[in-house]
């Protein structure tokens, strides 16, 4: 596990992240010496009884804080997180505050970059099957992680990108033969790697099969609804501020007028606000955006990091002063 501060992590966060991971979720052994420093502050080598007893303090403080943060009228708790284009994913610890705290697991498109069959330049290219691979192991490695009751899996205009190859270098027939995402296969069909060099052929099972205990939803779709939330991933962006959020509700409003709630990913910004009656999010990216240079030159604004909490009641309906929208 981790044990360095992350970029743009906060003291708090990233003591908080120490704690919970030695004390509570028990995902790191290191010797509570080595904690001191840390923890506590250059200079501040407690020997490991003193460690020891402080972070049982600390421990007892998080525990109340999670009874306050996740009691309170909470049926439904949604880590909703998009955008990683996997490989250049952000690690996984970002999300330990949640470990076992989250009843559905929502991601919401973008897992996979798709990067070698972008029309953007590219000075290297990351083969398809290699990305696919990686972010199958990225989803296991999250689920394992999290530990969620539920996945639901939405695509993104990046995973779309996949049909948009095969559309341009297939005929209609060999076509028919090919899934619409990389998403399919690695959640529902499983793929074979046809390694030529090594003259092997290495089957990857669906993740769905992976999981007997969680039940695995593959949406098929750049949209999905819980209870009266929606989680979209539009093709559509908007330079203004939340004004692509504000389109994909007046879309919904088409569809169905019986939600309270929408939670945009696609255009790695951060930001909420009520529009009457229904509240809308955009959620941010969950990768290095310093690895990613397609909006190089174009002036578009800043990416921001981060991904966000839903609370909903057991009528479905979002608690507000509940939901945390996390900027990273």
Known sequence: MELKRFENESKRSYVERLVRQR????????????????IFGEGNCFNSSEVRKRLYGMKYLLELQDEDNYGNGIATRILSISDTHVPFQLPIEIFSEFIGKVDILQLNGDILDCQSISKFPKTYRVSMIEEMIMGRQ??????????????????????IRFQNYLSKNLDDD???????????LICVDGFNHYDKRQSAKIWYEPIKNV???????????????????????????????????????????????????????????????????????EQGTCCDIGKIHYADGKLYNPQHKGFIYVCQNDSGELIKEKTKLIHI
């Not at 990225?138 to 995973?159: A, T």
């Not at 060999?174 to 399919?184: E, F, I, R, V």
Request: proline share 2%; glycine share 4%.
């Open 23 to 38: 004390m509570i979720d028990k995902t790191i052994s290191t010797e509570y010496e080595d904690l001191s420093e840390l």
């Open 138 to 159: 990225y989803i296991i490695d999250l689920i394992n992680y999290i530990k969620p009751k539920k996945v639901v899996i939405n695509y993104g205009n990046h995973e």
């Open 174 to 184: 060999m076509l028919q033969l090919m899934p619409q995402t990389a998403l399919d």
């Open 211 to 281: 999981f007997k205990d969680i039940e695995i939803e593959y949406t098929e779709n750049w949209w999905c609804k819980i209870g009266k939330t929606i989680f979209c991933h539009p093709s559509a962006f908007s330079t203004g501020i939340m004004k692509t959020a504000e389109k994909a509700m007046n879309y919904f409003l088409t569809l169905d007028r019986d939600f309270d709630c929408v939670v945009m990913s696609h255009t790695h910004q951060i930001g909420d606000y009520s529009k009457g009656l229904i509240q809308l999010y």
